[in-house]
């Protein structure tokens, strides 16, 4: 139900952790007026190996507090939690939900030698939802699957280039360059904060796909077609909760280029 939602409220947005920033960043992007309310469950992260009952009660606690703290609309700023729980959210909330999942459709469409990799949490790649998604839209191309164990713990430690990080990201990446992928998603929302490092593994010609911008549209769309947009004139605040350490969270922001608000 998108009828009467209140322009002026925040936008509420969660991920495990400080992926979401990533998504954060697209969407003050695209909507630079609207006010943001970032929620890091930092004491539960990551959510990539946990059981799907785990992260949708926590999606649900965490959507209750948002929702709250006065949300017109959440974002689930996590594939993780958007394949384990956003058809609950919706069943059990009444405001708008928009998600994220792997970005099968749109790197089928760029590829042209066949062959995609998807990057992505072993949770989300576990479920019938990630199998809908190739179903639905491989058509003929094959889609290679990485579980990347160990990447969300990287970007959550602010280490995204160093010796052991390159070492970790070449032995998921180069089965798939070899696999003659010329596309890969970023089908988790920690990894586009890897990019610069993917870059420098697989050179200029590979391209690393990345959903936050299409989910930040896709948001903007609600929020327009709901009447919905915040009409202020100067740039929304982003306010910053999280379950763990407000002083690490804090510190975590930094690492990644965000502003200590
Ligand atoms: N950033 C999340 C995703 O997009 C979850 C990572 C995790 O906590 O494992 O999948």
Redesign the pocket.
Known sequence: MTAGLHAAAPIGIF???V??LSVLRALQAQLPHERFLYYADTAH??????DVATIRARAEAISAELIAAGAKLIVV???????AAIAHLRARFELPFVG?EPGVKPAVMASRSGHVGVL??T??LAGERFQALVDAHARGVTVHTRACSGW?ERVEAGDLHSPACMAMLRGDVQPLIEARCDVLVL?????PFLAPALRDLVGPDIHLLDTGPAVARQAARVLGDAAALNPASGPGPTLWRCSGSDHDFQQQRRLLGFAAT
Not at 77 to 83: D, F, P, S, V, Y
Request: hydrophobic fraction near 25%.
């Open positions: 991920d495990s952790g992926g979401g992260c990551p959510y990539g190996e946990r700023a996590c594939n993780t939690a958007t394949i994220m992505a949490t949770r989300s969300v089908g988790c929302t920690h990894f």
